[in-house]
């Protein structure tokens, strides 16, 4: 039964890539059947932060001014990010154009390097639990997914550590029909994420948490995010983050 299955599927998989061929998130070319997620080319090539340098992100600062200064014990991101590069696209295809096969495979990529990264330095693997950066409830809803949610859950996967989504909520708003008549201020007010932590805070008491946000590309939301925690925690927690991608502009 189990090789039948395996036939079923391997011929399923023939004829989808025949009808809706599967395409590589950074350069939008095709994939093979044993290619996942990237080609060779820019799973090869992409601009990837190396696991024996993680701790160099003690720097890391927000590239926006923010109330508050958490401190964090290590940043793990995947990617540099920089507009319009196959690694932006790579973040973007995750974001509004992928599979849930394929945000929980990014997830796992990312997963394999923190591992990596502890059995270089020798360290234990002490993060008790993730929680993804929440997206707005509109967007989740009209997409059908969370791609932070999804890819926390291929690096919990990996690590097999418990990824919670139901600690914090995202409560901003987002309007489409009537915003080309809005100023842009305005839009961006209606935008604005508003994060919104839930009474079961107290589960991270004493935790080492580790946020997961696909993108970081000023700061400010891992910075607000960690502010909302301490405030909730009281400040018994300590933080790590995680990114699919970081832009070098919060490298100070």
């Known amino acids: 039964m189990g090789k039948l299955s395996r036939i079923s599927r391997y011929l399923t998989d023939r004829v989808l890539s025949l009808v809706a061929p599967r395409c590589c998130l950074a350069c939008n070319d095709w994939l093979s059947d044993k ?29 926006r001014k923010v109330p508050v200064s958490p401190q964090w014990e ?12 196959p690694e932006a696209r790579f973040v973007i295809n995750i974001k509004g154009h992928s599979t849930l096969d394929q945000r929980l495979t990014a997830g796992i990529m990312l997963g394999k390097r923190i591992s990596l990264y502890y059995k270089l330095n020798g360290k234990p ?3 008790d639990l993730i929680l993804p950066a929440p997206i707005i409830k509109e967007r989740e809803k009209r997409r059908g997914y969370s791609q932070t949610y999804d890819v926390a859950k291929g690096i919990g996967a990996e690590l097999g550590i418990e990824v919670k989504n139901d600690i914090i909520t995202n409560e901003g708003t987002e309007f489409y029909i009537r915003e080309f ?9 209606l935008r604005k994420n508003r994060y919104v932590i839930n009474s079961n805070a107290e589960e991270l008491v004493g935790k ?43 490298m100070k």
């Open 35 to 63: 290619e996942m997620i990237l080609c060779f080319d820019c799973l090869q090539n992409l601009n990837y932060y190396s696991p024996e340098y993680y701790d160099a992100f003690s720097e890391f600062k927000p590239s």
């Open 125 to 127: 693997m002490d993060i």
């Open 74 to 85: 290590h940043c793990f991101p995947l990617l540099t990010y920089s507009s319009g590069t």
């Open 208 to 250: 080492h948490v580790l946020i997961f946000d696909d993108q970081i590309t000023s700061g400010s939301t891992i910075y607000k995010l960690c502010d909302l925690i301490q405030k909730a925690t009281k400040g018994n927690v300590r933080f790590s983050i995680a990114s699919l991608s970081l832009s070098s502009s919060c």
């Open 181 to 189: 008549i809005m100023h842009s201020s305005d839009k961006d007010k």
